[in-house]
């Protein structure tokens, strides 16, 4: 799986957009971008995820560039439930295969009152 | 969404003792389980690969028989901490996969602390 570059730590206001980046200037072209996310002292919770196209959900948005070296997940409207470690990962579609996730150092968001 | 149920979500236990982790799928069918470990202010890392009938398979430098592991149904994986060590404590977390679906479904952890 190709290997991801995040920064270790960022701040954003709650009710401000929080934007997370991620590069992955390795990717291959099968190769989907995942978000998950980690509150303190609990297991990570799936995000968001995609190949090529830009893709929101629920809980946030993923922009994807198009070179796809690099992708960006935003939280619209941060709260205070929002602090947690983001992990970017990049992995193959396994379809009906068994491969675990390979987790980095991900980014420590805080949202700030 | 799925849910990933892991008991217990924390123990303490005495060196020497063994210590079972189970981790279910509620709803449902998880063909594969795998097995995580997390040191403080550390990321998560690989432990195994559980599939429903057969041998887990394990990352480099985990021990099999130190950390054993039974995925007897399509709902329950286990993991047996067998005589544990103080170095052994630490954040376990079990995830499950349904499926050709791509998400990965996380329990909440169990944190264990041996004496």
């Known amino acids: 799986d190709a290997k991801t570059t995040q920064p270790p730590s960022m701040d954003c206001a709650e009710g401000r957009a929080a934007n997370l980046p991620c590069n992955h200037s390795?990717?291959?072209?099968?190769?989907?971008v995942y978000w998950y996310r980690q509150i303190h002292s609990q297991g990570p919770q799936y995000i968001i995820h995609?190949?090529?196209n830009n893709e929101t959900n629920e809980m946030a948005s993923l922009i994807i560039t198009e070179d796809r070296k690099s992708s960006t997940l935003i939280l619209p409207h941060a709260t205070l439930r929002d602090t947690a470690v983001y992990y970017c990962?990049?992995?193959?579609?396994?379809?009906?295969?068994?491969?675990?996730?390979?987790f980095g150092k991900g980014t420590h968001l805080i949202i700030q009152p | 969404g799925a849910v990933v149920s892991q008991h217990p979500s924390w123990v303490i236990c005495k060196s020497g003792t063994s210590v079972k982790i189970e981790c279910r799928s509620l709803d449902f069918q998880a063909t594969t389980m795998f097995w995580y470990r997390q040191f403080p202010k550390q990321s998560l890392m690989l432990m195994a690969t559980s599939n429903e009938g057969s041998k887990a398979t394990y990352e480099q430098g985990v021990e099999k028989d130190k950390f054993l592991i039974n995925h007897a149904s399509l709902t329950l994986s286990t993991l047996t901490v067998t005589s544990a060590h103080p170095e052994d404590s630490s954040f376990y977390i079990c995830?499950?996969?349904?499926?050709?679906?791509?998400?990965?479904?996380f329990g909440s952890g169990t944190q264990l602390s041996v004496l």
């Open positions: 990962i990049v992995r193959l579609y396994s379809g009906g295969g068994a491969d675990g996730l390979t």
């Open positions: 390795t990717i291959s072209g099968n190769e989907y």
């Open positions: 995609g190949l090529k």
């Open positions: 995830s499950a996969k349904e499926g050709a679906r791509e998400k990965l479904f």
